[in-house]
């Protein structure tokens, strides 16, 4: 069959190249129009977050005082825990030498005649009579038996000159670990 | 199709791709860095107005933390004042006195100047002073103790029992009285001077 188009091919070029066009034409404004959108998607959103951010920054500057109370209270626990510092560790002290001193009463053998005693915060010095030189061996072993004290210093240990008894100076120094 | 009309379609591409490859690294990427931070910062604002709103139920009980360390923080003051005059340590020692009065012969020897102590990482003020008495043990137990519980504190550095015969003992005590030094609350004060008139001589002064 013989091919009977009769528009001229100069005419189909025109229409050919029109629609190309039209098609590009349409191409370029489709992207466009995405374009669009995909900018004014986030814009969008980036307004209603400010909206957000205001509003919540608002609600946390109203709830401000909250944090200025728990500011507060912090401070407040750090002073008062370095003040409880100070009320322990005196309190500490002075529990020693009540100790010491209860120690002192129950180590001492009766036939040990004490004529001073004196105690500072960790450690005592005493000087006394004892009948003999068992008795001193009986408070040796008493004080040892305790474990609170270490550093035995005997400065002196000499016969009384009426023959009654053995003088005695001790210094022990209290470790306060008990049995 | 003719050349002149191929590189017009070209033009037309490579114009398309331009005003794609500008929308998106001049606009739209700048504004997808910018959602993502503001996202985080409201995240973030959200998590910390939410945990404000937690502590907000508790605010009761901190006003209530506050009272009882405020009441803690006053008893404290009195025992280690901020400020110590000479009467009233004056005072002190004479109501303590009188307390004891029939049971001990007292005699305070000397006070010192006030010295500075460091308790941890609290500073103190220091005077010492010394408290002699002759007393029965029973009375130097219950001398003890009292001077123990004295407002402003006392505590007691060393002791010396000496033995006069009998029941009968001598007591020396080395004590301490104690004050508090706070560098935000400086009293506004005198000069220390403990010979001077009596009168609201502030024994504690700061540095």
């Known amino acids: 069959m013989k091919d009977l188009n009769l528009i001229p091919q100069r005419l189909i070029i025109e229409r050919r190249r029109k629609q190309i066009n039209k098609l590009s034409l349409s191409v370029f404004v489709g992207v466009i129009a995405v374009l669009c959108v995909a900018i004014l998607i986030p814009t969008i959103i980036i307004n209603r977050l400010e909206a957000e951010k205001t509003l919540v920054s608002g609600e946390i500057e ?19 825990a370095i003040k409880d510092s100070v ?10 030498i009540r100790e010491m001193l209860k120690d002192i009463h129950s180590m001492m053998p009766k036939k040990i005649v004490v004529s001073s005693i004196s105690i500072d915060s960790d450690s005592i010095s005493f000087s006394g009579k004892a009948e003999n030189e068992m008795v001193i061996a009986d408070l040796i072993s008493n004080i040892r038996a305790s474990g609170k004290y270490s550093d035995f210093f005997i400065p002196d240990i000499t016969p009384v000159k009426d023959g009654s008894g053995i003088a005695i100076s001790l210094k022990i120094k209290y470790i306060g670990q008990g049995v | 199709m003719n050349s002149g009309y191929r590189s017009k379609l070209f033009l037309y591409v490579l114009l398309t791709a331009v005003i794609v490859y500008v929308a998106y690294n001049y606009l739209l990427k700048p504004q997808l860095a910018k959602q993502s931070t503001l996202a985080n910062e409201v995240s973030s604002l959200n998590v910390q107005l939410q945990q404000l709103k937690d502590k907000k139920l508790h605010f009761t009980e901190y006003e209530d933390e506050l009272k009882q360390i405020e009441e803690k923080k006053k008893e404290f003051f009195k025992q280690y004042p901020l400020v110590l005059y000479e009467e009233d340590l004056i005072d002190m020692l004479k109501k303590f006195r009188i307390q004891q009065q029939g ?11 006030p010295k500075s102590l ?13 408290y002699s008495f002759n007393s029965n043990y029973r009375g130097f137990e219950d001398t003890f103790d009292k001077l123990l519980k004295t407002s402003p504190r006392i505590t007691i550095s060393n002791f010396t029992l000496g033995s006069k015969g009998g029941d009968s003992l001598t007591v020396n005590m080395s004590l301490q009285i104690l004050g508090y030094k706070d560098d935000m609350q400086k009293p506004n004060a005198p000069q220390y001077k403990l010979n001077g008139p009596k009168s609201k001589i502030n024994l504690f002064l700061p540095n």
């Open chain 1, 62 to 80: 109203k709830l401000k005082y909250v944090t200025d109370k728990e500011n507060e209270l912090i401070a407040a626990r750090n002073d008062i």
């Open chain 1, 87 to 96: 009320t322990t560790d005196l309190k500490s002290k002075e529990d020693h």
């Open chain 2, 103 to 113: 049971k001990i012969d007292v005699a305070i020897q000397q006070i010192s100047e």
């Open chain 2, 118 to 130: 460091q308790i941890g990482n609290a500073a103190l003020n220091m005077m010492d002073f010394s």
